[in-house]
DNA sequence: ATATGTGAAAAGGTTCACAGCA
DNA sequence: TGCTGTGAACCTTTTCACATAT
């Protein structure tokens, strides 16, 4: 603005950030709480804290948004609450079904976050006929076979999948065909949709992986750590650097004997 | 190892990228799959396939452990299920204890998907006292009482956190104390941990609204689509934001007229 | 005086395309 | 011939640092 620049962006104008989008729920949680407290305004600094994030990159999120700040002030709290969920759509509400109703799918009709923000559960499906009837969460389970219909009465763009992997990409494609056009997948499996269909993922297990990588690392360090410590003291994380920047064997970048077991 | 480059990548040798190891576990799920229908080696365009990533990145994350593939022919999946498991972290026990046992905690008490990969849960714990006891996927919940010597008696390193929002911050807490050093924290609350200390965070809510997110988007591109072929072109939400905008005057990213969403 | 908004630089991640090896 | 392994190009995201506005 400052610049003179009449030409437009081109290709990329209206577009936020994917990295961007997937913060402003972050942001939107510290927020509601602020306002909660019936703070009236928040600097980049505060929010950024409350949200787990570092200031630039929360001003920096928030510049997609528009120009929502007042310099030397801050952000207007319920302004931004409001523009944020906006932006969110949740200012409307959202029908979501959930299918495979095992501990998982229970919990989740159960999970209280859903209604809190603009999201409703509309249904509840089980294959198991055992189950149809049963109230989970206040809510009578239905049964898989009457998929289709619930999803185009209660005109539900929104599937969540907790079903077994086995089953999960069947339903996925029963959902998709019946409209469906965003999913959040908990079944450990790949699923494959057409086209113009979102799909998130969650899974416990890798993320547990992923921790237990790191976790790894560390102790791998500490091994390090602690035969250095026997004797000298300071040099622990250079140490522990070195140790395991090439100690590992196997083929490094450099290609050296693969050390441990071939299959 | 083709260059003859002998001298060191300097600050990044052992490295793998966070990117990569991400999709470790999803690479590793997908072989394990091959592993059990005995299909001896795969290409790396199968692999991607299953695991839903292209083979290019596929090829890139796997140079970064090594040259485990043969030219020509493709990956052996024995071979490599077991030099994942090792780089992640997975050939050795991981006992995990899970803090707050409701819905949810209950529903991951039960997942198969730990004991399956190298987790063990070594305990549930809960603060509510008419729980202490009472089993929970065949195993007595105990009280927050103890959490200090369960982690410690049992070498607890990975802690789970189920609790309310509210109760997280103090739990993790007492968890780092006691010796916990990665987290996997499903309460809807930032963290705060010292150095050293990894928590991923898993937010069932944060999913969905990046869902609606997209939604909205997919929602609007057919309203707008309609509205065009209807009446007047563009000044739908032109006349929505100005009522809701209000003194502010919202700059777009280059002051020119946000043509079709509401932004 | 203070805190936003944003170009520009740096870092990180993905994709391309092909050399190199089986 | 076929498929891996990887520099190089490209794109996205983060960080820096300061001009800009109140």
């Not at 700040?69 to 979501?96: A, N």
């Not at 040099?235 to 004997?257: F, H, I, Q, S, Y």
Request: with cysteine; glycine share 10%; proline share 6%.
């Amino acid at each position: 603005m400052a610049t003179g620049r009449t030409h437009r962006p081109a290709t990329r104008s209206r577009g936020i950030p994917e990295a961007t989008v997937a913060r402003l729920p972050l942001y939107l949680r510290a927020l509601t709480a602020l306002s909660e407290r019936s703070v009236p305004t928040v600097s980049s600094e505060e929010l950024a804290a409350a949200a787990g994030v570092n200031s630039a990159k929360l001003r920096k999120d928030f510049s997609y948004l528009g120009s929502y700040g007042t310099r030397g002030v801050g952000y207007d709290v319920e302004y931004l609450v409001y523009q944020i969920s906006r932006e969110l759509g949740l200012t409307q509400d959202w029908p979501v079904v959930i299918v495979g109703i095992g501990n998982l799918g229970a919990a989740l009709a159960n999970y209280g976050g859903f209604a809190s923000r603009g999201f409703r559960v509309a249904a509840l499906i089980d294959a198991d006929p055992a189950m149809a009837g049963q109230p989970v969460a206040g809510m009578p389970v239905q049964h898989t076979d009457d998929l289709e219909s619930i999803i185009s009465d209660n005109g539900v763009s929104i599937g969540v999948i907790s079903t077994p992997a086995g089953a999960a990409q069947q339903v996925c494609e029963r959902l998709v065909a019946a409209g469906v056009t965003s999913i959040l997948n908990f079944a450990p499996t790949v699923l494959s949709v057409p086209d113009g269909v979102d799909v998130r993922k969650v899974d416990l297990s890798i993320e547990l992986q992923i921790l237990a990588f790191h976790e790894q690392r560390k102790a791998g360090e500490d091994v390090a750590a602690e035969a250095a410590a026997v004797v000298p003291p300071a040099a622990r994380t250079v140490a522990a650097d070195a140790a395991d920047t090439e100690g590992n064997g196997r083929k490094g970048p450099d290609g050296d004997v693969p050390a441990v077991m071939p299959a």
